[in-house]
């Protein structure tokens, strides 16, 4: 599968940004979502997944409340809704994509991911 993430941009401190990833593919329901974001000189954070199998979606912590993960089956797509966004959030945020993942938070577990779109939250 190929993905292709897209929607990054320079947004002020309380702004949002949809982040959209598009994925090749007939068999995009069996995917199991995942974003993550990367700051340079740093490792590679889990933003939050959305199951495959309607499971539930997981957030970390610092983004719980703010940002929301879902997914549109028939356009192929996932999405990262951020709201509230904080200068923190400032990051290449990546969509990976995981064929019946079950295990959403470890960036080793996701085979397939997309080439990276910059979010920057100016103060």
């Known amino acids: 599968v190929q993905l292709q993430a897209s929607g990054g941009g320079l947004v002020q401190t309380g702004g949002s940004l949809r982040l959209s990833c598009a994925a090749s593919?007939?068999?995009?329901?069996?995917?199991?979502m995942g974003w993550f974001r990367q700051v340079q000189g740093k490792e590679r954070e889990f933003v939050g997944a959305i199951p495959w199998n309607g499971g539930i979606t997981r957030y970390v912590d610092s983004v719980k409340g703010r940002f929301t993960i879902s997914r549109d089956n028939a356009k192929n797509t996932a999405y990262l809704q951020m709201n509230s966004l904080k200068p923190e959030d400032t990051a290449v945020y990546y969509c990976a994509a995981e064929m019946f993942g079950t295990v959403l938070d470890v960036a080793d577990q996701y085979h397939y991911w997309g080439q990276g779109t910059q979010v920057t939250v100016s103060s």
């Open positions: 593919g007939r068999t995009f329901s069996s995917w199991t």
